[in-house]
């Protein structure tokens, strides 16, 4: 599963059906991530993450983007929390990978707006 969210004017954390978390959390005002280590929590380098459920948020200022990405996650209804960090219309990007042969791929794309500080709610069923 991928999400992206573009221009920054928000973050996000995602918490899967068993509550594990990854991403902004509103709260602390850190990245948090339950699914791999602190050190790769902000690194690009997929290669790695081959456990199912394991995740990393990374962002990038030059893009003006925010990514998520979480290999195989665990089936079930889980939550995204998108906090504003900014003022203004975001694009949020999800994509859902099925099969080998990618013939169960499906895109959500939402569109919202949000102001600095407000906090909102997304429930995601990953299929």
């Given at each position: 599963m991928g999400i992206d969210l573009?221009?920054?004017?928000?973050e996000f954390m995602y918490t899967d059906p068993l509550g594990k978390r990854v991403g902004y959390d509103p709260i602390s005002g850190k990245i948090v991530n339950d699914l791999v280590d602190q050190e790769n929590a902000r690194s690009y380098d997929y290669q790695d993450v081959t456990e199912s459920g394991v995740g990393i948020y990374a962002t990038s200022d030059e893009e003006d983007i925010s990514h998520?990405?979480?290999?195989?996650?665990?089936?079930?209804?889980g939550s995204l929390t998108i906090t504003g960090i900014g003022n203004g219309e975001y694009k949020l990007i999800k994509l859902f990978e099925g099969g080998m042969d990618g013939d169960n791929n499906k895109i959500i794309i939402i569109t919202n707006t949000i102001t600095v500080g407000e906090v909102q709610t997304v429930t995601i069923e990953i299929p």
């Open positions: 573009s221009p920054r004017v928000a998520l990405f979480i290999f195989s996650p665990f089936f079930g209804e």
